[in-house]
Each structure stands twice: as C-alpha cells, then as structure tokens.
C-alpha cells in the first residue's frame, strides 16, 4: 500500500512539473463509441502505456480508473464523462515534432441514456478516438456520436476494438464504416490473425509488423511482415495512400506521377486530412501494448492541438457582432462551462475549457449567458475522481472551477472588458417521466435540494410539478437514466423516495390552421380587468418546436402586451389542451385585439392570450404525437421468427435484417410506450440469448384508437380528481 501511495503522488508530481507544456503539444480528446465496443478498457489501456496508471484496470474487476462512480462499477458501464490528464513521448520521425506531448483524455458513457454527456464533451474537444466492435462495426450508438461529432466538426481517428474475439471481422468492419457513415475510412494497419490466430499488427506505413514475444504479457516484438500477409498489407497500403494523398500536394503530386510518398509526407497527409474532418484512419487490435503504442503516437501525430485549428467564432453581446478569440494564452479570456458536478469534499464543481487567454484562481470573470460577474475560488485539475489544486489555466486547457455559483452548462465565460458570447450546447428533449415523493415528511425538504443539484448536472433531467396533483414529475432520456439518478439521491444524499411506473413523454400537436379569439373582461368596483386579442394557428413540420409572432399593427394592442400574450399562450401551450401533454410544432401569431386605457393590464392579457389559443387549438384538429424508437435486435438465428413477431405486436416497423458478427440484427422502430419492460421480455424469448438496443428516433402521430385511450385516461384521471 506504501508503494501505491508513493506512485500516486508520483503521477501527481510529474503533472504539476509537465503542465506548462507548449500549446501545440496539447491534445484535447474524447473516446467515443456505442455501448461496450470498449472505450473504458481503450482508455484504460492508454493510460497504462503512458506511465499514468501502473496496472491497467478492469471494467469486469470495476478497477477501472474513469469509471469510478459506484453505480458505474456495479453495472460495469459509464455513466458520466471522465477526464483525466497523461503524458506520450513521440519518438519515431513524423508529421510533427517529437518531444513530451500531454493529453487531456476525456471517457464519456456510449449508453443513449448518458447522450448528453457525450454531446459536451465533444463540444469542447479538439478530436476523438472512435471505438468500434471488431465484430459488428458501426452500430446505432456509433451512428449518433459520429453525427455529434460532424455537428461540432470534431476531427476523428477509428479503433477496431477486440480483433481478438469470436466473430472478429476487419474488412466487414472497415465496409460498415464507409456506407453506413460515409466516411473516407482508410486501416493504417491491418491485423496478423484474427479471432484466437489474432497476434499483432501490420503498421501499414512504415510496412512493420509488430507481434506479441508473449501472451501474457504482451511486449512487442518489431519485425517483416509475413510472407503470406504480405500482399494484402500492400494493397491495403496502396488504398491508404490514394485516399490519404488529395489531402497534401506533395504527396499527390508524387500519387500522380506513379511515385511513392515517404513515411513523413505520407503522415503529413493524413494528418492534413484528419484535421480537416475529411480523412479517417483506422487503428485497431485487442489493446495489447503493439495497437495501444501505435494508436497514442496516432493520437499525436494526426489529432489536432489547439493550434492547429481556427480561431474561436463568437458574438459580441453588445454590438451582436460575430467576433473570434485566437487560442493563445495573450488573447482576451473567453471559455465555456460544459458540465456540472457536485462533489462531496469540494463542493460544486463546473468543467470548463479554456479557449484564449488565462484563468487564475481569485479571478473575477464575466458569464455572458446570465449578464452577471462571477468570482473563481479555486482551479482544479482532473484526474477522473482525484483532484489537484493549480493557481492558473492556460489556453487550450480542461480545469473545473470552485466558486462559481450562477454558471452552469453551455454558459460563456470571458473577460468582462472584451465580452463574447460562444455557441451554447444543445440536448435532446426528455422522452420518458416518472413521479417521485419522499418517503417520509423528513425527505422532503432534502429531495427538493437532492433533484435540484441532480438537474444542475444533468441538463437531459428535468423536474416538473403537477399543480393538479401535487406531484413531483422527474423526466429524462430513458428508464436508466432515471433509475441511476433515484438511487445516487439516496446513496450520495440519504433521500429515500418511491417512484411510480414510468410515463411516456407525449406531446400534443395541430394539423390545420385555425383561428381564435380570447376576452378577458372584469369589473369589480374598482378598476377592472380588460384584454382582447385574435390569433392564427398554423401547424409547423415535425420537430421545429414553437413559434410566436406579432403582427399587430396601428396600435390595437400597445406593444407592452405583447410579451404578456406571448407568456399566456406558452404557459397554456405547456400545460396542454388535448390530454395534459406539452403541445408543439405550432406557430402563433396574434394579428388584432383591443385595450382599455385604464382597465388593460399585463395580467389582463396575459389570460386573454391564454384563453385565445386555447380557442384556436380546439378549431385546429388536435392530434397527439408519440415518441418512436429506433430499435436493434441481436439474436441468434434460430430466434429470429420469435423476435419480430413479438416486435410486430408492439406496433413496430420492420426495416430489415442482416448477420453480422455470427449474430442476426433485427433493424425496427416501435413506439416507446409499447417497450416498456422489452430487455426483459426478449431474454425470456430468447432464452436470454438476445439484446436490444433502443434510442430516441422522433416524434409520430399515434394511431386514432389509441389517441383515444390517452384522453380518456386522462379524463379518468381528471375526473378521479374531482371526486377526490
């Protein structure tokens, strides 16, 4: 135990004396990849090569170092992002310098549930390392990071994760790649063996195999590639270097003329086309120490620094001028929070990335989102679950900040006497609810706090109250989600609470335009009440939310009352009309109205605009939308008939199958309401041979019958409630 301590303070030691390496020595990545293609054992194999950890960890074992939150551990899978800082020195001639490089790692969750911590961490990295199955390729999860990462235009490398395994397929894998992405995916290497033959890589650039000495414990061995594998080694190399070329005019220029590109112009091209978000080479193995050491001098060599990419583009609040901040330590300070975390010991922590200028601790810093100054406390480096003090960040750092009380995420920070305004982050909306109360008058006071610090973390969780009943309504991406949340409240803040049955996130929609007109007119003695208005409805495409609008003119309503109409219609428009459910995908626009010169109030016609709407959504043909999944199915042939009838009486649809990785996949969608308790049911089909994969797809109008069925419940419920 002595001998741990003394290495971990070791590991301390060297971060705090190799921090202040130069800019374009930083990578800024994040490992992503669908649920179990084995991020947390890539990571964890990363950070053993590096020296950061001196026993690599085992997700099985729960001794992993990033997953490190008990629920992680018992379930082995992540649920939060966890970043951690280790050290790679490039020694081989290359596309960039050698020398001592740092990398800021961050392990994010491939669970849909977990989606949001994926999209902000890839909002603020530099690039990432994408982790496939070797088996099947891309699956639906890698589908979704991969559109997270376009959408941040985040540069990516590729890993063939467990080439090692049953069912291995390189070229099926590489194939998936390209059609289901679309990507111009090229290996860099190419395995020698697969399944239990799997021994070692083919480096495809340097033309050297790399073989385990021993199975045990892997060291690698450098020599010729095998006779056998020798031509395919080459075509492979050909297509690397015809894909990788357009990206770099020596290196295409000599392409053309039938000449081959060296190692170094070859690397420049790679990188050249990684950095651009256009070219992505493909690393893999079974994470022994060969793939691990090839894929960190990969994460170097092609992976961008904050150097290496664009200014930051942003907006001046003040003139709603697009500005940019270079990612330089002399530039005005601008950064931006992405996530949230209480911590036991130090209290609330908030994640940011430093993209110009510095941070130091005492630091007073302007938050653009919420116009007010916020002082920082401390700065705080981190290590996954260890924390390490240091007096300031530089540009292109991750740290977490101690003190700020208002900041929270996809908020901006910078310096108050150059102030910008970055791109925010967005979610996805909540999909399923359930309701929750204390379990004695004791809890309470303390779920409340609990909820509200849990929602503070997670912008996916939201809580709500119904007025009607008193209940307290929390809602998120999945049962998971919710399930992990409820029992971190009662783990991390001694709250016992019973929840109900988990609900269906429905909305409420129109499907034609329509008309209304809302009164609001009281007498009582005194000064009345007196708010009039006309509103059109109109129904918008799926997805494209609420829209409000005015176009009052000639003064029929003062302009005052605008904003107070605005707010009656959302508040009614959030309580629903039809059935109780949030209504969306609807445009408003009040066109006329009257006022009162005394009796016209902000009250007034903030319940005329309120009565309005409800007016014209009533004359609008009310339609109720459902949440619809995207549905994977793995099973054995023999269960194939079973699997889709049963997914035939759950209202799916049926896109197709294929076998991949000596499994068949079953591709649907079904809606969520009809899922519910489906891992279950499949494994008792199946004999608990076949797993599912569910994620978000959109919303769908429900059928007429069961539409029906919603109301009424709903009418029940309302009725009980009367009676009650």
Partial sequence: MAEEAKKKSAIVMTVTKDRNVALDKIRNIGIIAHIDAGKTTTTERLLFETGRTYKQGSVDD????TDWMAQERERGIT????????FW????????????????????PGHIDFTAEVERSLRVLDGAVMVFDGRTGVESQSETVWRQADKYNVPRICVLNKLNLIGADFEGSIKSIRERLGANASPVIYPIGQEHDHKGVIDLISMKAYTYSNVEDAKLVEGEIPEDLLDIAKKYRKELIENASEYDDDALNKFLEGIE????ELK??????????KFFPVFGGDNRSAESQ???????????????????????????????RERKNDAPFSALAFKVVTDPHVGRLVYVRVYSGTLKAGQQVYNTSKQITERIGKLVLLHADQRELVEEAYAGEIVAVVGVKDTSTGHTLCDAKHPIFLEAITFPEPVISLAIEPATRADQEKMGMALNKLSDEDPTFIIKTNHETGQTIIAGMGELQLEVLVDRMKREFNVEATTGAPQVAYKETIQRPAEGEGKYIRQTGGRGQYGHCLMRVKPLGRGEGFVFKSEIKGGSIPQEYIPAIEKGVIEKLNNGIMAGYTMVDLEVVVYDGSFHDV???EMAFKIAGSLCVENAIKKADMAILEPIMKVEVFTPAEYMGDVMGDLSSKRAQISGSEEKGGETVVYATAPLAELSGYATKLRSLTQGRAR??????????VPAHVAAQIVEKAGKVEMTRGQG
């Fill in 89 to 108: 020195d490039l020694k081989s001639s290359s596309s960039v310098e050698k020398g001592h490089y740092r990398l800021n790692i961050i392990d994010t």
């Fill in 268 to 277: 420049r091209a790679i990188r050249k086309g990684v950095i651009s978000g």
């Fill in 261 to 264: 590109p060296s190692e170094i």
């Fill in 294 to 324: 090839l894929l960190l001098d990969g994460v170097v060599e092609y992976l961008p620094s904050p150097t290496d990419l664009a200014a930051i583009d942003g907006v001046n609040p003040n003139t709603n001028e697009k500005e940019t």
């Fill in 599 to 601: 009796d016209s109030s």
């Fill in 62 to 65: 729960g001794t992993t170092v």
């Fill in 79 to 86: 649920i939060v992002s966890a970043a951690i800082t280790a």
């Fill in 692 to 701: 599912a994969y569910v994620e978000p797809s959109h919303y769908e109008e």
